[in-house]
């Protein structure tokens, strides 16, 4: 019976050892490290971009306190997601709905590579993620700008981070139950981010309610469109390494993803700038470079499974949709998206998830899947459902966390303040000098 034992250990042991000797060794690539190193300060660019963007957008009372939205997510989010919130998305599941605590702190998070990214630093990773969550707490500020105190926004973003973005990154990224179960595809964050962020701000929107100025029959005129074309261009720029990056390697899908990115935004922009014309008898600049935008969002989730052609065709899908949104849908609808979060990224989300389902190749990418146009329709099943759970998750955790806040703190800002701008009254300082 000794000499039985003494065999059956023998050949444990050697199953073991063979499979720990055969498991792919993890080795950190030195180009793959830089073209992450490049991503990461690209997507970190989009935020103050987004602040451009925005701030020349509103009144110009309100240049200096909507850019601040922005800026102070870049700090705020940073911490969090450094505290807790990436352990949540990233950390091994805990039963497919969050991450566990193996993270916190960016605890075993160092410069090895990690088995989700094997050829870069593992910390490398968790910060690229990081510019993720950043970007996508101030894509959700335009939706109520000009009528909200700092505190509160920035009350909101550590909160939602927490309990909406981190659970849904970890049900698509991180090895939660859409990914192992639903099999969804979502290359750079069409659901992750922008539906999540859409969603968010239109919830907020309807929460806070109307601004004065427009309650008052007033049009929303952008001050300084200038500013937001730099900001739209900055955009632009960083969305390589938003999409490009995830590719998570200096290889032949980041450049796939790449030429995807810059199409997609440029047909938007073409396909918005015939539709303005026709349906206003003129084209404006901000409809060119909203354009633009819409097509970057909309080939998000897509970009690094789809072929330039459908780029083009998926970029000119979201012109179309996100345009009726802002020009059409709002205005009938009458509630108070102050700079189309819901419109551009909620909307252009949702398009870009759905072409996903309708246009993705193995011939591009062989770790995704076929589309309906490849011989595949349940990828578009799979792709629907992720967007019912992200829209569904979303509305109410950011119903519940802003009526929390509202127990706690006030939000918006008192009729006389919104009045006189919130650069004067939320910083005590102004963003143009008329004196001079």
């Not at 990115?261 to 922009?269: D, G």
Request: charged residues 10%; neutral net charge; hydrophobic residues 55%.
């Amino acid at each position: 019976m000794r000499f039985l034992d003494i065999i059956l250990y023998s050949v444990v042991i050697t199953i073991v050892s063979t499979n720990a000797y055969a498991a792919p060794t993890m080795t950190i690539n030195a180009g793959d490290t830089a073209w992450m190193l490049v991503s990461t300060a690209l997507v970190m660019i989009m935020t103050p971009g987004l602040a451009f963007f925005y701030s020349g957008m509103v009144h110009s009372t309100n240049v200096v306190a909507t850019m601040m939205h922005s800026y102070m997510k870049l700090c705020v989010v940073s911490l969090v997601w450094l505290l807790c919130a990436y352990s949540f998305a990233f950390a091994p599941s805990v039963r497919g709905i969050i991450g566990g605590i193996d993270f916190l702190a960016f605890q075993h998070v160092d410069q090895n590579p990690a088995m989700i990214a094997p050829t870069i630093p593992h910390l490398l990773f968790a910060v690229y993620q990081g510019m993720f969550a950043v970007i996508t707490a101030a894509i959700i500020t335009g939706a109520f700008a000009e009528r909200v105190r700092l505190g509160a926004v920035l009350l909101f973003s550590m909160i939602w981070i927490i309990i909406v973005y981190a659970p849904i990154a970890h049900w698509i990224w991180g090895g939660g139950w859409i990914a192992t179960k639903i099999k969804s595809l979502d290359f750079a964050g069409g659901a992750v981010v922008h539906i999540s962020s859409g969603v968010a701000g239109l919830v907020a929107a309807l929460w806070i309610g109307k601004r004065g100025s427009l309650e008052n029959g007033e049009q929303s005129r952008p001050h300084n469109l200038p500013l937001t074309i730099l900001g739209a261009a900055l955009l632009w720029f960083g969305w390589f390494g938003f999409n490009a990056g995830s590719a998570l390697s200096a290889s032949g899908l980041a450049a796939s993803a790449f030429a995807n990115t810059n199409i997609a935004a440029a047909s938007a922009a073409i396909i918005w700038f015939i539709i303005e014309y026709f349906h206003k008898d003129h084209s404006t600049s901000l409809g060119i470079i909203s354009g633009s935008v819409a097509g970057l969002v909309a080939i998000t989730p897509a970009a690094g499974y789809v072929t330039p052609l459908s780029a083009v065709i998926i970029g000119m899908g979201g012109g179309i949709v996100c345009y009726i949104a802002v020009s059409i849908v709002k205005p009938r609808l009458g509630y108070d998206d102050s700079l189309d979060a819901f419109g551009i990224h909620g909307v252009g989300g949702i398009w870009g998830a759905l072409a996903t389902g309708l246009f993705a190749t193995r011939t591009i990418n062989s770790a995704g899947n076929d589309g309906v146009f490849y011989g595949n329709p349940s990828l578009l099943w799979a792709q629907f459902i992720t967007i019912i759970a992200v829209i569904t998750y979303t509305a109410i955790m950011t119903t519940v966390i802003l009526f929390v806040i509202q127990c706690i703190i006030r939000i918006r800002v008192s009729i006389e303040e919104e009045a006189k701008g919130l650069d004067a009254t939320q910083h005590g300082e102004v963003g143009y000098n008329l004196e001079l």
